[in-house]
């Protein structure tokens, strides 16, 4: 009965669909920590897994127009079976990254450790429609597509608020080998009906693609047109948001549930889906985006723009995959159809993940993608008549606009700009009036990483974050008395903690990002006014000091910031472990926990105790006169008497643990105890 082998093969695909997603974030969490833990490290994630989706799906063209369904299954049985011995040799590998070619590392691990497993589930799905399809002697295997695509969205929610908070990653990494095992038994029960089947000339398969003739050109440059700029804005959108709105954890979920959802709307059916309406509510969505990027979000609440971008991805997607929908080929050219989609959804992560920080100096792909978006609206217009045509074109040049308003904008008082896969960093001078005195101020997207006041009795003070009531300051002043001092710090930023060094000390920055330490020792005069030892170590802190000898610190600064938080690897037992073996006797570990989403405090207290250190935590206020900033630090060491000095007593206050929050280890960390549910 065609409903029981429809059910079968949606169960086939919706499993394997979702563990497809699930093998995704998992492989994407053990590549975090090696690359810096930023917003572009999953973005390179993403121009692997579209480009491996992409070869599965041309696995599957080639299969379905060259091999007899026969040896279809088993070849994919063979498949099947070598990614379950990929999986379980790459469970526990150790795994290290070259952060100074960053997308080729990203590239290459990701591929030893899930690259066949991976190609096998991109190929399923597309593979078993049309198997489906030859089964059912044509019946519409496009639905699938749409329950693939629940599959996914099923793994997005459950990973972040049912597996990661409850399982260690090496439990993660288990539960993939084990749930693949159980789909590849499943699997058996359609591949065994194959292998049953009457040997047949390849001609005979419903699959078969026809002549190259009937295939026109222009029809396979829209589907890949199309797919494109899906796969492009949710790039662009998910890298905007997180440089430029906020660096909050987690919120690449947001973008990609609304592309996933587009495609389930738009492939379940379009007899309740007008054409005009998907073309009204992606008008709608290039609206909405328009507005968000050119009046500005600073002070709109940070859930109203999120949900704002999500939202207007969701209204563009639905129209750029319902016209895909609707352009769809008949069944016997499915194959086809799905490569030209992955050629897409290759193309747009590669423009965003590759192209983009390698030739624009700031994120100018999102307008790019409204505009392709808008350009693609005055195709499916066309049909309408001339008002709607007029109405289209002029979207376009709005959207247009918007990509000279952005260039102009980002260049205002703006001396320094560059943008690489860490992001983009911008030096921004201003006279400012609040000290009659030139100003410059270093932003990672939105974030400040330090500034600097060029006046006289300012000219070598630290400030920001970083003053001397701070908790850095008094961690540094009181540490060592007259003696010289060794510092090692983990983000370089502007340098403003070389404004502590004094003539016999050594300070020693550690930073993932090349451009960081030019733009400080050009645009800013900590690092070369200081009378201190001064050298930058370039690389991932943690693996650059897991390689040094002991370097007997005094004062180890972690202020590594990515974006807005503090990369997970540096804030682990096994980190603090790393740092302890640099520490000399009495030394302090000052850790910059200031976050305005995450309360990262009680993980700091929570790994102090565990090594058996003491803590202060010192939440200082703000000196506009000295142009000091509020920051929280929490210091942690063994040195008894220097959290009993007055100093520090009187200003240290009380960390409050959250009853659900686990211990932070390499194998495990979750996000979810300690976001700030009220911000």
């Known amino acids: 009965m065609p409903s029981r082998i429809g059910l079968r093969y949606s169960a086939a695909i919706f499993l394997g669909s979702g563990l497809l997603f699930l093998i995704e974030f998992v492989s994407a969490k053990r590549l975090l920590p090696l690359l810096g833990g930023g917003a572009a490290v999953w973005t390179a994630c993403l121009v692997f897994f579209q480009c491996a989706l992409l070869g599965g799906y041309w696995l599957t063209h080639w299969l379905v127009t060259r091999v007899d369904v026969r040896r279809q299954a088993s070849i994919y049985v063979a498949l099947l079976a070598l990614s379950l011995i990929q999986l379980g040799y790459a469970i526990n590998p150790y795994l290290r990254a070259t952060p100074s070619r960053p997308i080729s590392s990203v590239i290459w691990l990701l591929a030893s450790v899930i690259g066949l497993p991976f190609l096998t589930l991109s190929a399923t799905s597309p593979l078993l429609q049309s198997w489906y399809a030859r089964e059912t002697n044509g019946g519409s295997a496009y639905r699938l597509y749409s329950i693939s695509n629940v599959g996914s969205l099923l793994a997005l929610v459950l990973y972040p608020l049912v597996l990661e908070p409850f399982l260690s990653l090496h439990q993660q990494s288990l539960l993939v080998a084990v749930a693949f095992g159980i789909f590849a038994v499943a699997s058996f029960f359609i591949v065994s009906t194959h292998w049953r089947a009457s040997p047949s000339p390849i001609a005979a398969s419903v699959d078969v693609a026809p002549p190259r003739a009937s295939l026109r050109a222009s029809r396979i440059a829209l589907w890949i047109a199309l797919s494109t700029c899906g796969s492009l804005l949710l790039a ?131 307008a790019f993608g409204l505009t392709l978006a808008a350009a693609l609206g005055v195709i499916a217009a066309w049909d309408f008549g001339i008002l709607p045509r007029i109405l289209a074109i002029g979207g376009t040049v709005g959207m247009a606009s918007l990509i000279a308003t952005q260039l102009e904008n980002d260049h205002v008082d703006t001396i320094r700009r560059v943008r690489n896969f860490y992001g983009t960093l911008s030096v921004i001078q201003i006279k400012n009036a ?142 603090l472990e790393v740092y302890r073996r640099h520490l000399a006797p ?93 911000r």
């Not at 609304?258 to 492939?267: E, K, P, Q, R, T």
């Open 236 to 366: 662009a959108v998910t890298t905007y948001i997180s440089q430029n709105i906020a660096t909050l954890p987690l919120l690449w979920i947001g973008p990609l549930t609304a592309y996933l959802m587009s495609f389930i709307v738009a492939f379940s059916g379009e007899r309740w889906l007008p054409r005009e309406v998907t073309v009204a509510v992606g008008a709608v969505g290039l609206g909405g985006s328009y507005y968000l990027l050119s009046k500005g979000i600073l002070g709109t609440p940070l859930l109203i723009v999120v949900s704002g971008f999500c939202l207007s991805l969701f209204l563009i997607c639905l129209f750029l995959h319902a016209e895909l929908y609707r352009r769809r080929p008949p069944e016997k050219q499915l194959t086809s159809f799905y490569s030209c989609l992955a050629i897409g959804g290759a193309l747009g992560a590669v423009l965003v993940g590759v192209v983009a920080p390698s030739l624009l100096d700031g994120n100018y792909e999102l």
């Open 434 to 575: 609040s000290f009659d005195a030139t100003s410059r101020t270093l932003y990672n997207g939105t974030i400040s990483h330090g500034r600097e006041v060029f006046r006289e009795d300012l000219a070598h003070a630290p400030t920001s974050y970083y003053g001397h009531p701070s908790g850095v300051g008094l961690a540094i002043d009181l540490c060592c008395d007259a003696r010289p001092r060794r510092i090692g710090v983990i983000g370089l930023g502007t340098g403003t903690i070389a404004a502590y060094g004094r003539a016999g000390d050594h300070i020693r920055f550690y930073d993932i990002n090349p451009a960081v330490e030019d733009i400080a020792r050009k645009q800013f005069a900590y690092l070369r006014g200081s009378p201190a030892d001064i050298d930058v170590v370039l690389g991932d802190a943690r693996v650059s000091m897991a390689g040094e000898a002991p370097q007997r610190y005094d004062v180890i600064v972690v202020d590594a910031f990515s974006g807005d938080a503090i990369p997970v690897h540096l804030i682990t037992l096994e980190a």
């Open 586 to 678: 009495g030394g302090i570990v000052a850790f910059h926990v200031s976050n305005r989403h995450l309360d990262l405090k009680p993980v700091v207290a929570q790994i102090a105790a565990r090594a058996g250190m003491g803590i202060a935590h010192i939440a200082n206020a703000a000196d506009t006169r000295r142009d000091v900033w509020t920051s929280d630090w929490v210091l942690v060491t063994k040195n008894s008497a220097f959290l009993e000095r007055k100093e520090i007593a009187k200003a240290s206050e009380a960390i409050t643990i959250p009853r659900r929050l686990r211990l932070w280890t390499d194998d495990y960390n979750s996000l979810l105890p300690i976001f700030k549910v009220r």
